[in-house]
């Protein structure tokens, strides 16, 4: 007859596999929450860009010097570094120093094709790339933001 015996797992190392889950899950929901709560919330005459536990930023027409859609991020306008938000393949979220050593905001997911660019007078960009690029544009314009910026 085959008997058998199991051993007894004692209370620390019950203590250490929970605190080990709740480390794990708490690091998922971190990197999760944004990327799922990710907006832009247009209420005039301001903008914000915000999203659950990360970075957010609000800027106002006052605030703004210009504004402009790109195909690409070139002309100093690529990140070089992240300051503060989150950087994973296909999604850059939060702050970061560009090329050309001006500060940034970034809210941009996947690939897209264009980007809407937004120089600050205190001399801060925020880019972004939404989904109706073209539709944000317009409503940036109507709300009296400049198109022309050298």
């Known amino acids: 007859m085959t008997e058998i015996y199991y ?5 620390i190392a019950w203590i250490i596999v929970a605190i080990l889950a709740a480390v794990i899950i708490a690091v998922f929901i971190m990197i999760l929450a944004p990327m799922l709560t990710c907006r832009l919330v247009i209420k005039p005459p301001c903008v914000s860009l915000k999203a659950l536990v990360a970075s957010s930023t609000t800027f106002c027409v006052e605030d703004v010097k210009g504004v402009k859609i790109v195909d690409k991020l070139d002309d100093g306008l690529k990140p070089v570094m992240r300051v503060w938000g989150m950087s994973l393949p296909g999604f850059r ?13 970034l809210a941009v997911a ?39 910026w050298k």
Request: charged content about 25%.
């Open 93 to 105: 979220w939060g702050w970061f120093k560009l090329e050309n050593g001006a500060k940034a905001f």
């Open 7 to 11: 051993f007894s797992i004692p209370p």
């Open 110 to 148: 996947g690939a897209p094709e264009k980007y809407i660019v937004v120089e600050l007078k205190n001399g801060e960009y925020v880019i972004m790339a939404p989904k109706k690029v073209d539709e944000v544009f317009k409503k940036l314009v109507s709300m009296g933001m400049n198109i022309e």
